[in-house]
Structures are given as C-alpha cells and as structure tokens.
C-alpha cells in the first residue's frame, strides 16, 4: 500500500517544484566553487534546501528530512566564515545533493526513502564537527596504451572559439590531421540514464561499476527496495507543464473571436438558405470565411506556444554533471551556456537530454585536454566547453563547442578500418565530412580499454539516432589543436511539420521542406550515366537521381519530368518525380496499428484528402529493396 495514500497530487507538486530548486542548487553549487566568498550564493542556496526540507516535513518524510537539515547546517557554517569551502568539502556537499534527487526518486514511487549513505552522513557530520573531509579518489586519468594521442596544440593564450564562429557563420572548417575521436558517454549525475545497446553488457568482463566516493546508499543493500529515479521523473515531467498565464489568455480571447465570427457565419448561412444571395451578402460571407481562416491560423500558433519552453530548464542539468565529471578525472573545465531563453517544443525538450548529456561528457572526456597538457600546449590550464541554443527561421541550432584537442580524420578512417566498419576502398572515398561522421557508426571508439565512461562504442549511435527521430541532423567540425563543434539542426517543433507535396502518377506524397533546396526540371538528355547510375550536373555538381518509384519500388510508367534537390547529413540528390501539388503545413498524425517502412506519418489536406510523409532517411538506407508504402496508400483509400 502506499505510504501518501491521499496525498498523491500535493507529493506530485512537491516532486516538480523541489526537483527544480535542487536544479538550481547544482548550478549555484558550481558558480560558488568558482566564488566561495559570495554571501549571495550561499544565501539562496540555503534558502533552497531550507524549502526542501520543510516540504519533506510536511510529508512526514524523515530521512529526508535529516539529510536536508545535516546539509543546511554546512551551509549555514559556511555564511556565517566558520567553515572553509575546500573542493574536498564540495564533493561532500554534492555528494548529498545526490542523495537528495535519489530520495526524489524513491518518493515519486508513493514511498518513503530509505535512510542516506552512511558514509555522506558521516562525511557531513564531521565537517560540521570541524573535521577535514577526505578527498575523494581520483580517477585513473593515464591514457591507454594504445588510444590515440592527442595532437600539439598551435594556440597560446586565451581559447581560441575562432572555429565555432566559422561554424555558425557556415565556413567551411579547415582540413587537418586532428587528434582523438568522441565515444561512449553514459548520463550519470541528474538521475539521467543511457540504456547500452541491446545485447551489451552493463559493465564489460573485468571491470567493475565504478565507487561512490563515500560508499553506497542504503538502497543498494541486498534486501532493499530497487529505486528507479529515472522513471519517477518522467511521470512527474510527461504529464505537466509550465505554461504562461498569457498564453493561455490570447488562446482564450481566440476561441471568443473565433465563437463570434461562427455566429456571423451562422447567420449568413440562413440568410442563404432563405434566397438572400445578393452580392453584399456573398461579400459578407467572403470575409467572414477569410477572418475565420485568420483566426484559425492564430489559434493554431498561440496553441503551438504553450508546447514550448525554454530550454535553459534543460540545461540547467549540464554544470553539475560537468563539474562532476571534470573532477572525477582530474581535468578543469568550465561549461559556458548561452541562449538559455531559447524556447523549442516540450517533447523536444524531453528528448534531447540523452543526445545533450553524451556530447558533453565526451566533450569532457575526449575533447579536452589534462591541464599540464594544455599548459604545455600554450593553452590556458581551464578548458572551456560551450553549449548554446538558438533559433535560426524555423529551426532550433544546438551547438556543443570545445577548445580541446580537436579530431582527425585520418585516424578515424585508420580507427574504422581497424575496427572493420569500413573497408580501406571505401575509405578512400571519403571527404573529411564524411570521415568525421564516421564516429556515428555503431561500435566505434578510440579507446582500447573501456571505463565507466566511455569505450564501448554505443555512445555517438545513440546520439545520431536520437537526433534523426525528431527529424533532425547533426554535423561536426573540427580542427586541430583548436577543438571540436557539433552543430545540432531541429525542427522547431514536432507537431507541425513544414512539406512539399509531390505526385506520383496521381498519388500524393509530402516530403519534409527542411530537406528540400531547389526544384527543378529534368531533361533527359541532360542525364548521365556514372558507375552505371544515372546522375545529373547541377552548378558543377554531379548528383545522382534517385526516381520517387524506385525508393517506394514501383514500376515506373515513364521517367519523372521535375527533380526535387533534396540533402540530407549524409548526402545530397535529385528526387524525380511526376509533379507537384504544393506546400503545406502538416499536421502530423502517427499510424497506431502499423507503421511501414519509411512513412514517418500521415496528415490532413484542406481538402480532407490523407496523405503519407515520407520518411527520407529510413528510405535511402536501403534504395531499391522493396518498401510496403503500398499497403498504406490502400489503407488511406478506406479511412
């Protein structure tokens, strides 16, 4: 039975609104070891804990209660100049903020949490009593015997972001040999997890789940309750959402504006209907259809805007785990944001942690360097990792940026030949854009011996294939000495999806706008036959032409007469096709009872005609092979 039978919504209330003060705890907690003199800091983050705890009394949940208090006494030791904050005496504090978010989860379970470490009890307990806490151990920060060597740097000075700008500017990256490769990354602090690939084991023979610095929690007995925090959040975060009261109040004077213009329309209907069809009557019902169709158009934006939220609630999570990272292996590094205020669509927001949590801890562990190393490179010792946001038309651009080492394609075309994902023939056919992105291949990685946070080759898959399930693209560049950029291109939302529609005989098909770049006419006698496929100049260019009915597999009656020019991450082409029958906003509507093969889902035409949105990406992997949209398009004759 559950121990707050009754109380469910308050505990639910309570789980949203502390969740969110220990978020920013974690941040403060991290700008005070940077500034351990400011009362300001401490201040708030007493007063964060303070909230904490007397939420946890009023749900009678004691251990709870006693970690909170023991905690708040240390901070309230360290404003008043009894204590010194050492950075041994920080990873006791965020010790016990963990301990805290981990009780987050037992209560979003309906159950009291089990009592706290014991060793982060004790560990606060003497630090209040004056005792010097021990270091936590370090990490085995030595580089394996034969991972990749991290390049010399020719930069001295302040970090150079010289290679950022050019990215976001769209110039072309410099081609260089570059250093080590981006890997694994298991999410860790935040109560975030990465599920490894399937048939992976959770730790590989030999090696061991790494150790709290002050042992376990009690959880982690035999005998005691297991404890998923990750799914306590989601339940709590899937089900709720902050929403601006004045957004809600434009949707409501909408819906009024939209109930008057009804009524007009009502009325003229039976003015109609009663043989009133002068032409000041039909220029009446014209306005009204065309004010109607207004209002609809800014219901429809207004609903859109309560999906969103800013994305700083997400990164918010990112300093700490940094943080925690950075020490664990003996490296000093500062994560900068920048457009925290930037707003995308809730479920984006959701989904983007995983991808986010992976590039950062990789940027952490392979994209920067030791600081003697970066010392020796005429680098300043703090590495500096930078995650920004911003909104770019009708896209969301992520940009994970690091002043490291950098990445070379050479030694990631050796890595995957190595490690057979590439054959050496294919190799040599790689630009260094597409060398790069050979660190999204399942399986690869640099490192030959595997730890807690990297190795074993799941890492940058994941991400890849995260980033493509909300109709996004990744791209990388690099440089060496100066560091790496990851530049993540999103929709900016997922409801609403900008398409071309295009014909095939007379079925439609919408393809996604964000992947068109220019339509035009194909001449047949302008097709060329390259290696036996049939390819098209286009400004200097040679695309290959890829017909409509080959990627769907059927039969073509005669050869397309337009070509839409259409590019993905991995590749550009011309899409032929029969004809067009416009551009429309989709909204999209997934199939519940089967999905075939590259249908990413259907929509609604103003004339209520169903129409499937393809999807491109799933499409191109295997050209040719037979693809069941068929059954689908016949499916849709009967809806």
């Known amino acids: 039975m559950s121990d707050f039978s009754g109380m ?361 360097e030791m600081p003697a190393e970066r010392q020796a490179a005429g680098k300043p010792a703090k590495s500096l990792v930078r995650l920004e946001a911003r909104q770019e038309g009708d896209h969301i651009v992520l940009i994970i940026a690091d002043d490291g080492k950098g990445m070379s394609a050479e030694r990631i075309r050796a890595k995957a030949i190595e490690k057979g994902l590439i054959s050496e023939e294919e190799a040599n056919t790689l630009d260094e854009r597409q060398s790069l992105n050979l660190i999204f291949l399942p399986g690869f990685s640099t490192k030959t011996q595997i730890s807690d946070v990297s190795g074993r080759g799941v890492g940058m898959d994941v991400v890849k294939t995260n980033i493509q399930k909300l109709n996004g693209s990744i791209e990388i560049r690099s440089e060496p000495g100066k560091g790496s950029v990851f530049m993540i291109s999103l929709p900016l939302t997922l409801a609403i999806l900008p398409v071309l529609l295009v014909l095939l005989g007379d079925q439609p098909f919408a393809l996604p706008l964000s992947l068109v770049r220019e339509i035009l006419p194909i001449e047949q006698s302008r097709i060329q036959e390259v290696g036996g496929k049939e390819t098209l100049v286009v400004r200097g260019e040679v695309l290959p032409v890829i017909t409509l009915s080959r990627l769907l597999g059927w039969p073509r009656e005669h050869y397309p007469e337009y070509g839409v020019f259409m590019q993905t991450a991995e590749r550009s082409f011309i899409l032929g096709v029969d004809s067009f029958a416009g551009r429309d906003d989709a909204v999209i509507k997934s199939l519940e009872d089967f999905r075939p093969k590259g249908v990413a889902g259907v929509t609604t035409l103003s004339n209520g005609q169903i129409v499937l949105i393809l999807d491109m990406k799933e499409l191109l992997t295997d050209i040719g092979q037979h693809v069941d949209i068929g059954s689908a398009v016949r499916a849709l004759d009967f809806a």
């Open 8 to 368: 469910e919504d308050l505990l639910q209330d309570f789980l949203q609104e502390a969740s969110d003060l220990l978020s920013d705890v974690d941040n403060k907690l991290v700008d005070l070891e940077k500034m351990p003199d400011d009362r300001g800091l401490l201040n708030d983050i007493f007063r964060g804990f303070h909230t904490v705890k007397g939420g946890a009394g009023f749900l009678n949940a004691t251990e709870l209660v006693t970690l909170c208090h023991l905690t708040e006494n240390l901070f309230d030791r360290l404003r008043n100049g009894e204590l010194e904050l050492t950075p041994e005496l920080m990873d006791v504090i965020m010790a016990a903020t963990k301990g805290v978010r981990e009780m987050f989860g037992e209560l979003g379970q309906m159950v009291q949490p089990q009592p706290a470490d014991p060793d982060v009890l004790a560990a606060l307990q003497g630090a209040l009593s004056g005792e010097q806490p021990v270091a936590a151990p370090a990490a085995d920060t030595a580089p394996a015997a034969h991972e990749v060597a991290p390049e010399p740097s020719a930069t001295s000075g302040e970090p150079d972001w010289s290679l950022l700008h050019a990215a976001v500017a769209g110039q072309p990256a410099t081609q260089a040999p570059v250093s080590e490769l981006i890997t694994k990354a298991e999410a860790a602090a935040g109560g975030i997890a990465v599920t490894p690939a399937a048939g992976m084991p959770a730790q590989a023979s030999g090696q061991q789940a790494p150790a709290s610095p002050y042992g376990r929690r009690a959880t982690d007995r035999p005998g005691a309750q297991p404890v998923n925090a990750r799914r306590a959040e989601e339940r709590v975060r899937e089900n709720t959402i902050r929403v601006d009261t004045s957004r809600l109040d434009q949707v409501l004077n909408l819906s009024g504006e939209i109930g008057l213009t009804k009524n007009r329309l009502t009325s003229l209907r039976a003015d109609i209907l009663a043989g009133k069809n002068d032409s000041e009557t039909l220029h009446a019902l014209d306005q009204a259809v065309s004010q109607l169709d207004l209002l609809v158009s800014d219901l429809q934006n207004s609903v859109m805007k309560t999906r969103m939220q800013p994305i700083g609630r997400l990164f918010q999570k990112y300093p700490r785990i940094a943080r925690d990272l950075a020490r664990q292996l003996g490296k000093d590094v500062e994560l900068v944001l920048a457009g925290e205020e930037t707003e995308v669509d809730k479920t984006m927001i959701e989904d983007l942690a995983d991808p986010l949590i992976h590039l950062i801890r990789n940027a952490v562990d392979h994209g920067v």
